[in-house]
């Protein structure tokens, strides 16, 4: 009997980035796809059933595969869709944080103004404007860092996501039996979770100060505490990292053995509502301009100018009651039960389901992994069963994936993957919140996730398989190479056309119509063209592991891959957040004789950064295009632990000595 390694789902693709959405990919999926063909992936089914004894007649019918899954699919929707709420709401946030320092610098912009003119009572324009200068200088060169270190401080909070692989043998094998191996976890997280929302709700308002209307801009400023708002984030991603990785199980159990491979597309739908609902719906409601113009007149209410139809901690709390009521109902009505053993023999209700063939569990309040009978019949069901880390214990699984990372083609490819996102950084991190400091609204940035960014991750992959088959990684170079040169200058040409066109003088090229025309194709081609090559990228990335992991742990394997892919896209975030900080000049404002404020001089790193992170994803290309050349020609043997193999020849071994004495 082969042994396996422990099974989670995978790790759903929480790119650091806020503006374009990541299609959730789940370990299961990928190894059973790369893997169908003979039955050795996680949930697949053997290709080829075994019929030896029997005179080649087929196999009885599976009794499970008549099961009705929709309430199962309406479940986990449910469960992926409360995962993606907290994601959403985190990308809205430093829309929220650029809007405070905004609200900061006009509020310190006017106070200096106030206290100059009241200086002498009636004072000379000249002596007004040099106090003004003063003042305003000052604090622009303050605030602009205020604004990119709490963006780079913010963007810590998403951390959880990429390294759950550190705590996931834990949750998949410490569990209460009687109340479930899978909702042990789940419903004290999402409770903890929900409860979290609802009572921080006002906190996460509070510490960002979205209510202050301080006496000075100094004042405004020491009302922002993004340090609360990252721990605040950063424990609800804690949270939903545990809840993914409890409802990644639940759902290879969940299902029905035919079934099981639409796990991950609930994962991928719910999720992507819930970053929707929270991310789009929250900042459509949110907009001040949109809720007065459009949602009010829309709902018959009355006017209020300048305020959201919604308020964050309103939003937050309404968010946190859902996934309380949800919780509760699934700890109540939903009986955990493993669909995937015939008869459904695993449950955690008080009695189990036994099919009659002698394989029913002996101890009914407890849900484990039934070993199976050491008998011909039981051959096919096993290749589909991967162990766990209940079977193989804690220590175990750390061990196997320590011997995972030590093969010097993991290693290579480790290397890869934590570097090749830092030339893409400012595209990812930071052209959208460039974009809103020029003066795209909100609501604009939030609408092009689902009428373009959604659209092109779905037709995207597809096409790309028609073109690159059967090599992933020259897919991978193609799209990195577009990514780091032609899209790295639309995005450029985009900021500066949406600079003169909204933040300027209102025009670009000819009259207002080709101007705005101008503006609108470079902002759609912009995102498009991130969209399809992160899209193509991500594709490759996740065809590759498929395709070279250990089917004996893959389900381990995938994790630790996923990992090192997620802590790639998570640490150039904060690290190019806090580059644009220190190395963006405000300009010089002066007051004129008119009395109106004229800007002049200062520097906005993100253009020059932007050449420099463009020459170097160049360098990258050169220095690791061979690499991952070499990475994508390395035999299956390189990327093989041969761990369960050992045992097996163990155990033949021994098998066989047995046999020896008793002839």
Request: aromatic content about 10%.
């Amino acid at each position: 009997m082969k042994r396996r390694g422990f099974s989670y789902m995978g790790d759903p693709s929480v790119s650091s980035t806020k503006f374009h959405l990541d299609i959730p990919r789940t370990t299961s999926s990928i190894v059973a796809s790369s893997a169908g063909s003979d039955g050795d992936g996680l949930g697949g089914q053997s290709s080829s059933p075994s019929a030896e004894g029997d005179g080649g007649a087929p196999p009885p019918p599976n009794p499970m595969d008549d099961h009705d899954d929709r309430f199962n699919y309406a479940l986990l929707l449910a469960l992926y869709t409360l995962q993606g709420i907290p994601m959403g709401l985190s990308a809205s946030i430093p829309f929220l944080i650029q809007q405070k320092v905004q609200m900061i610098a006009a509020s310190a912009a006017h106070h200096a103004s106030v206290a100059s003119a009241a200086a002498d009572g009636v004072a000379v324009v000249a002596d007004a404007a040099a106090a003004h200068h003063a003042a305003s200088s000052h604090s622009l060169a303050d605030l602009t860092k205020l604004a990119y270190n709490a963006q780079a401080i913010f963007a810590l909070c998403s951390w959880p996501f990429s390294l759950k692989l550190l705590w996931a043998p834990i949750v998949d094998a410490c569990f209460s039996k009687r109340f479930g191996r899978r909702k042990s976890w789940l419903v004290p997280i999402q409770l903890i979770a929900g409860a979290l929302m609802m009572g921080g709700s006002d906190y996460v308002e509070q510490e960002l100060g979205l209510d202050a209307v301080g006496s000075s801009g100094t004042d405004e400023a020491g009302s922002m505490n993004v340090r609360g708002v990252t721990f605040f984030f950063f424990t609800l991603y804690f949270l939903m990292a545990t809840q993914d990785i409890a409802v990644d199980g639940w759902a290879l159990t969940m299902l029905s053995r035919k079934n099981r491979g639409k796990g991950p597309i609930c994962n991928s739908i719910g999720q992507n509502i819930g970053y929707f609902l929270s991310y789009v719906g929250f900042l459509a409601l949110n907009d001040a301009d949109s809720s007065e113009n459009l949602w009010r007149p829309l709902l018959g209410l009355s006017s209020r100018p300048g305020v959201g139809l919604v308020s964050l901690g309103g939003f937050v709390k309404f968010m946190g009651g859902c996934m309380i009521v949800l919780t509760i109902l699934v700890s109540i009505f939903k009986a955990e039960v493993d669909m995937s053993i015939e008869g459904g023999d695993m449950c955690t209700v008080g009695k189990c389901n036994g099919n009659g063939s002698g394989r029913a569990n002996n101890n009914p309040d407890t849900e484990t992994l039934l070993k199976k009978q050491q008998s011909d019949a039981d051959d096919e069901s096993d290749d589909e069963h991967e162990m766990d880390a209940y079977e193989i214990g804690i220590a175990e699984t750390y061990h196997r994936l320590w011997a995972v990372v030590k093969l010097p083609a993991v290693q290579s490819l480790i290397l890869i993957l934590l570097t090749y996102r830092l030339p893409c950084a400012l595209s990812d991190n930071v052209k959208f919140l460039k974009a809103v400091e020029f003066g795209l609204s909100k609501q604009t940035t939030a609408l092009l996730s689902p009428t373009i960014v959604l659209p092109l991750g779905i037709a995207v992959p597809i096409i790309a398989t028609k073109i690159w088959h059967g090599h992933p990684l020259k897919q991978f170079m193609w799209a990195y190479k577009f990514r780091v040169t032609f899209v790295a200058l639309v995005d450029v040409l985009m900021l500066l056309a949406t600079r003169s066109f909204l933040g300027g003088s209102g025009l670009i090229l000819g009259g207002e119509a080709a101007s705005r025309a101008i503006f609108w194709a470079l902002l759609i081609l912009s995102t498009a063209f991130q969209a399809t090559v992160y899209s193509l990228q991500f594709n490759s990335q996740m065809t590759f592991f498929a395709h070279r992991v250990d089917p004996a742990i893959g389900g381990s394997y995938m994790t630790l891959l996923n990992t090192f892919a997620n802590l790639g896209g998570t640490w150039p975030s904060s690290f190019i957040m806090y580059l644009i900080g220190q190395f963006t000049v405000p300009p010089d404002c002066t007051v004129g004789e008119d009395g109106t404020e004229v800007c002049t001089g200062g520097r906005d790193a993100y253009f020059p950064l932007q050449m420099v992170m463009s020459i170097l994803g160049c360098v990258w290309i050169c220095v690791m295009g061979k690499r991952v050349q070499h990475v994508a020609e390395l035999p299956d043997d390189a990327w093989r632990t041969h761990i369960g193999e050992n045992e097996d020849g163990e155990e033949e071994m021994q098998e066989h000595k047995k046999g020896g004495k008793h002839a």
